[in-house]
């Protein structure tokens, strides 16, 4: 059985966030001073380290002193934004475990490029995201089904804390990926999720995601996570998301079907 509260926190802004916004403005001088190094060692930024003592407040208040959820387990990645943001949030009781299943997804070659570079090198690469981003790899790189691997095995520990309450510090393709196993979504509806214009469905600098057994509404303990919603105290939203049910779809034989042609559909001309 899963964790009573499962509460996932991207980290703040890293200067590799920075370095990717100033280069598509074309700014390339911070992506330049990255060459070399190892997005494992960026940190944070000035504004991202605001961020996290913001979000770690938020934290404290209302899930330690407010709502006595105390996090039995905490985990951390190993990279240094994630760790410099857990630092920061400072926990009422931290006893952090650092954890390398929830690193970032490896962007391959594509790091520590700037953008105008990944589109002379790459182009044709990258375009082949916008068809397939669920299975798509960066040279070198992960695809969200790597990803995906590697979260199922730290989800899978979980199943063996069913009293505790658990909090990690991570990224944003993994608290995404995170959000698609739990709520169950196909490939298909995680590519609706990354080209989604609204912004509900992104994840912010130290948004946090909260998943529950309790029933918002009753209090009455399911046998697995079923109530979602999210915060994002850095930005002054401390009231959040509504809550959310967690519906994990079935399909029935019409709807597989329906589905497959969708993903065929560039040969839907062939008669063979």
């Known amino acids: ?50 961020q996290a003592k913001m979000t770690g407040v938020f934290i404290n208040d209302y899930f330690t002193n407010d709502k ?72 070198n790189g992960e695809t969200m089904n790597d990803v995906t691997i590697r979260n199922r095995d730290f989800i899978d520990s ?38 989604s214009k609204d912004s509900t469905r992104r994840i912010h600098n130290c948004q946090i995601d909260h998943y529950t057994r309790r029933n918002p509404k009753t209090f009455e303990l399911s046998d697995r996570l079923e109530w979602f919603r999210y915060y994002r105290p850095a930005e002054g939203d401390n009231e959040g998301s509504g809550w959310e049910h967690i519906s994990r779809r079935r399909f029935n034989s019409y709807e597989l079907r329906q589905m497959a042609g969708t993903l065929s559909s560039l040969f839907q001309d062939l008669d063979l």
């Open 68 to 139: 006595k959820i105390f996090f039995d387990r905490q985990y951390v990645s190993s990279y240094a934004r994630a760790l410099e943001t857990a630092g920061c949030i400072d926990l009422i009781r931290s006893n952090w475990i650092v954890d390398t299943r929830i690193t970032e997804r490896d962007w391959g070659d594509l790091d520590r490029m700037t953008e105008t570079e990944r589109n002379e090198k790459f182009g044709e690469v990258i375009a082949m995201r916008e068809v397939e981003p669920f299975f798509w790899a960066p040279p």
């Open 1 to 50: 059985m899963m964790p009573e509260n499962l509460v996932v926190v991207r980290h703040g802004e890293s200067v590799g966030n920075l370095a990717k916004r100033m280069s598509e403005n074309g700014d390339h001088s911070l992506i330049e001073r990255l060459r070399g190094s190892h997005t494992a060692h960026w940190p944070l930024t000035k504004k991202g380290i605001k």
């Open 158 to 195: 979980l199943h063996r804390a069913e009293k505790a309450n658990i909090i990690a510090v991570c990224h944003g393709e993994i608290a995404k990926n995170l959000r698609m196993i739990l709520f169950g979504y196909t490939p298909m509806e995680y590519a609706e999720m990354e080209f």
